[in-house]
T-cell receptor
Framework: DTAVSQTPKYLVTQMGNDKSIKCEQN?????MYWYKQDSKKFLKIMFS???????INETVPNRFSPKSPDKAHLNLHINSLELGDSAVYFC?????????????FGPGTRLTVT | AQSVTQLGSHVSVSEGALVLLRCNYS??????LFWYVQYPNQGLQLLLK??????LVKGINGFEAEFKKSETSFHLTKPSAHMSDAAEYFC??????????????FGQGTTLQVKP
């Protein structure tokens, strides 16, 4: 069983389009995260939800909007896609939001904006 | 503010040789430190973590890391490299200084190449 899954794995779209990435975890964790990995493989936190409450909202364009319908799901919607949004987006989860808990990562969604 | 520096963006070793990947951190409060590995086109997998229980931490696949507070370091080692160890390695830090958010700050990553 996959612990943290993301769909789609690959997403190719044109500038200006709106797209969503879905994430699900079956670990029973309370906290979920979105990270962006750029072309130089640098990883940066974007958002985090704990029990469906937004607890991390980094400096991200407001074209990005996360939604957590329940503890097991965290989706990322991106409006008006730009070339600079091309990256790999990773979802992760942890038991709760304490700093000592490790995070479990999904396989990533490679977004290419043309 | 937290930060992580991984010295050496690319490390090349021969199969069977010692692996040493360097990580230095900055944190105003006691840190929690993690090493993750990323194989090509995959997500990140936890190798090991330091949460103040013991300064020498053993992880999966024969890796270990030692927390040295005086040097603000958490270097990753493996006595004998295997071809399958070739991957991207990330050091990360979190702490409770910015509230209980679990925010992870990653280093820039080190690509490990293992030569036959």
């Amino acid at each position: 069983d996959t612990a943290v899954s993301q769909t789609p794995k690959y997403l190719v779209t044109q500038m200006g389009n709106d797209k969503s990435i879905k994430c699900e975890q079956n670990l029973g964790h309370d906290t979920m995260y979105w990270y962006k990995q750029d072309s130089k493989k640098f990883l940066k936190i974007m958002f985090s939800y704990n029990n469906k409450e937004l607890i991390i909202n980094e400096t991200v364009p407001n074209r990005f909007s996360p939604k957590s319908p329940d503890k097991a799901h965290l989706n990322l919607h991106i409006n008006s896609l730009e070339l600079g949004d091309s990256a790999v987006y990773f979802c992760a989860s942890s038991q709760d939001s304490r700093a000592s808990y490790e995070q479990y990562f999904g396989p990533g969604t490679r977004l290419t904006v043309t | 503010a937290q930060s992580v520096t991984q010295l050496g963006s690319h490390v090349s070793v021969s199969e069977g040789a010692l692996v040493l990947l360097r990580c230095n951190y900055s944190s105003s409060v006691p840190p929690y430190l993690f090493w993750y590995v990323q194989y090509p086109n995959q997500g990140l997998q936890l190798l090991l973590k330091y949460t103040s229980a013991a300064t020498l931490v053993k992880g999966i696949n024969g890796f270990e890391a030692e927390f040295k507070k005086s040097e603000t370091s958490f270097h990753l080692t493996k006595p004998s490299a295997h071809m399958s160890d070739a991957a991207e390695y990330f050091c990360a830090v979190s702490d409770e200084g910015s509230g209980n958010t679990g925010k992870l700050i990653f280093g820039q990553g080190t690509t490990l190449q293992v030569k036959p």
